[in-house]
T-cell receptor, first 113, second 112 residues
């Protein structure tokens, strides 16, 4: 049972390049989340999904897009990366929203140069 | 969205109790209060959550104010392994809502 798996773990991008971060969970959870973590800023919610085919904006959605085509996967896309998007990205999932605990992945460290 | 505030840092001595506060003054009636902690270079891990009543588990206790606008995470006997950043936040359990937004976290230092 892998839980929440993020791919890749590390990545360096040049300004203007695009990339997709993959979050996969094998717990049949309905809700999935993407966060970014910067020094002194804690965990900030980018986008989330309450079920397959649905997405919603979080606190800091600008510059990111997401898709949830399959229940087990939640993709985070950067169409044109900027240095301000240098951060550690975490994915999480929960079975039924606030009723149950969230499980987090181990993070993706992204550097945009 | 609820605004959640936490102290930036706290210190404790090993084997003493620790009370970590969290203010969530705009919490809604359908929000659970969740707590997570993050060890260095790791993803956050679940600690405890509750709705209205105080909650206990093997890791900690959660005391929720009667008006639900604040809560306190209680570590009964701090160990060196409890040194981490602790995050709290309201988490909605209803329908199309479901965002989990955290405070900026409290960095707990434990002295031997």
């Amino acid at each position: 049972n892998a839980g929440v798996t993020q791919t890749p773990k590390f990545r360096v991008l040049k300004t203007g390049q695009s990339m997709t971060l993959l979050c996969a969970q094998d717990m049949n959870h309905e809700y999935m989340y993407w966060y970014r973590q910067d020094p002194g800023m804690g965990l900030r919610l980018i986008h989330y999904s309450v079920g397959e085919g649905t997405t919603a904006k979080g606190e800091v959605p600008d510059g990111y897009n997401v898709s949830r085509l399959k229940k087990q996967n939640f993709l985070l896309g950067l169409e044109s990366a900027a240095p301000s998007q240098t951060s550690v990205y975490f994915c999480a999932s929960t079975r039924t929203g606030g009723y149950t605990e969230a499980f987090f992945g181990q993070g993706t460290r992204l550097t945009v140069v | 969205d609820a605004k959640t505030t936490q102290p930036n840092s706290m210190e404790s001595n090993e084997e003493e109790p620790v009370h970590l506060p969290c203010n969530h003054s705009t919490i809604s009636g359908t929000d659970y209060i969740h707590w997570y902690r993050q060890l260095p270079s790791q993803g956050p891990e679940y600690v405890i959550h509750g709705l209205t009543s105080n909650v206990n588990n093997r890791m900690a206790s959660l005391a929720i104010a009667e008006d639900r606008k604040s809560s306190t995470l209680i570590l009964h006997r701090a160990t060196l392994r409890d040194a981490a950043v602790y995050y709290c936040g309201p988490h909605n359990y209803g329908g199309s809502q479901g965002n989990l937004i955290f405070g900026k976290g409290t960095k707990l230092s434990v002295k031997p």
